[in-house]
Structures are given as structure tokens and as C-alpha cells.
């Protein structure tokens, strides 16, 4: 069982807390669509995004109850292998959210690069941060947690590729969640030129090509202030090849307190 280190400190720990802030999100103006395939989230306090997860996992609320989870995010402290799936249920202040084996276990075996690791996801706080929201939104949540140390298009495809393969052995409903900070920059002047030309690189995109999608990975690799590009990729790959189209939610950025460095952050639904 994997417990919780954040809780209490990057977000709150008190259940009527949790409950209150996720209340709000029944409240959220979303928009119409009929389904949705994945969302990217910001991995920062609950204190600095509390409105932009309200307004993202509102997008989730009428969801199958039957839907499974899988979680990627950014191992930024680079403990074990470079994508490590954990085999464990995750413990929150709300309750256990539970490790989906069959589709953990499928996921591994089309995978060239995923390995079963829970060393990686020890010390990480992203993935645990956004579990309040989905004991939330289920009754009894499944899930798959994936932590990918390293940026490479051959990653991108192979989990883009083993992720559908696996879907659609098990005939499953599931949900991608990517939660990563999308650009570093050295300066605010860096980060006003990149988010917007990151913001309408996005806006371009509509139907799938295999032309496009080596495009769009070649052009997030090639980005020296992308954080994580694969973790970036992943739900869009997925989910553009399933006719699924980018609603960018919102986008903020923070100072991260060294020099003039910045930080952005887009949120992210794929809708049709």
C-alpha cells in the first residue's frame, strides 16, 4: 500500500476540506462535449491551482463508474527505471484508490520500456495530489500510476501503443491523466514568447495524420524549456489518434524563486 507524504503540506489532509474543494467541482462551467479522453493537470499546490483542477476534473463528473485511471507524471527526482509502473493501491485521505492488475499487467507486456517499480513513485507527490478528485468523481476509483524519468519519442509511441492495445483487449473505459509542469524558462520574456507559441502550435492541430503526430512530437522533443515533453505527449498522441481534440482550460505561471526562472503551467481536456 502506498501511503501519503504530501498530504498536509501540498495539499490539505482534512477530509471536510477535500470534500468542500471538490464540491465545487458540480459547480464548474465546462462547456458542452460529448466524451472526453484524457486531461493534462498542473502538479502544483492546491493552494496555487485549486480552480484550475476544480474546472478540469469537472469534465469527469458523468463518466462511466466502471472507468479505470491511468496516471502519468514526471519523476523528477529520477529514482528507479526510466518508466516505472506501480503495482500498489494508493492510500488517500479519502479513501484507497485501488491498482487496476489487469490493466497494469497488460500495459507492461506491450510495453518495450515500462517495468513494474514502486520505488519511483516513493517520493513523488503529482499522481497522489490529484487522487482527492478522483475518490471524488468514483465510488470505488481503478488505477494505473506511471513515472517517466526520461523525454523520448520511442517512449511516447511505445505507451501510446501499449496503453491501446491494452484498452482494447480488456474493453475497458479509461481516463488519461498527465499531471507535469509544461515549461521552465530563464526569464518572464522567455516564458510570454514560448507559451504562446506552444499555446497556438496546439491550437493548429485537428484531425490525425502519422505526418502530424511525428510533427507535434518532434517539435515539443526539440523544446530546451519543456519540462517533460513524454509526459506532455502521451495523453495528446493518444487521444487526437481517437479523434479527440485539445480545450486548453487555462494556463498560469509562477515564479519558482531562483533568479528570474518561471514556470508555466497549461490545463489541458481532450474533448469531442
Known sequence: MRVPIAAGTFYPSEKSVLKEICRGISNAKIGSFNSVSALFVPNGRFEDFKDTYIQAYAHLLNIPESTSFIFISDNRMKRGKPV???????????????????????IKKHSAFAEFDNSAH?????????????????????????SISTSDESVVRDLVNAIETSVNILNKNVILISTCQTLRCNTSQEAELKTKEVIDFINEQSKYSEKKESSFINYFLSQECMVNPTVFLIPFIYSIKNNFSPRILSQKTIKTGVKEEIEFYLSIAYVK
Open 84 to 106: 516505472s509502473i506501480s503495482n500498489e493501491d494508493w492510500l488517500t485521505c479519502l479513501g484507497k484508490v485501488a491498482y487496476d492488475k489487469d490493466l497494469g499487467e497488460q
Open 122 to 146: 516513493s517520493f513523488e507527490y503529482s499522481i497522489e495530489a490529484q487522487l482527492p478528485f478522483i475518490r471524488c468523481i468514483s465510488n470505488n476509483p481503478k488505477m494505473v500510476a506511471i
